[in-house]
């Protein structure tokens, strides 16, 4: 069965740090490209940052220079470095993955959430 596992959240005062962590099973890591949303409450779900099997990332501008996405693949684990948090980033934050060539898949973690107080 396919499993993404999202671990790392917490809460931590504005300024500070925290990394995710997000371990994939079930599916063909290397192949896949993986993602991480956020949502808060009473708000949209929102893409924060992606990283394709090609190890291209792209971010949101709300955490342009601030976060960072990283993946092992050795470890079937996609990681979301988050500095300089502030309260507008506390929300769930939830993993995904998805695959767009002869195999198609579209798969999410749990959630794991990450509190920033000011």
């Known amino acids: 069965q396919v499993q993404l596992v999202e671990s790392g959240g917490g809460l931590v005062q504005a300024g500070g740090s925290l990394r995710l962590s997000c371990a994939a099973s079930?599916?063909?890591?290397?192949?896949?490209?993986m993602d991480w949303y956020r949502q808060a409450p009473g708000k949209q779900r929102e893409l924060v940052a992606t990283?394709?099997?090609?190890?291209?990332?792209d971010y949101a501008d709300s955490v342009k220079g601030r976060f960072t996405i990283s993946r092992d693949n050795a470890k079937n684990t996609v990681y979301l470095q988050m500095n300089s948090l502030k309260p507008e980033d506390t929300a769930v934050y939830y993993c995904?993955?998805?695959?767009?060539?002869?195999?198609?898949?579209?798969?999410w973690g749990q959630g794991t959430q990450v509190t920033v107080s000011s």
């Open positions: 995904h993955a998805d695959r767009r060539g002869f195999v198609q898949y579209n798969y």
């Open positions: 079930g599916i063909n890591f290397s192949r896949a490209n």
């Open positions: 990283i394709t099997s090609g190890t291209a990332t």
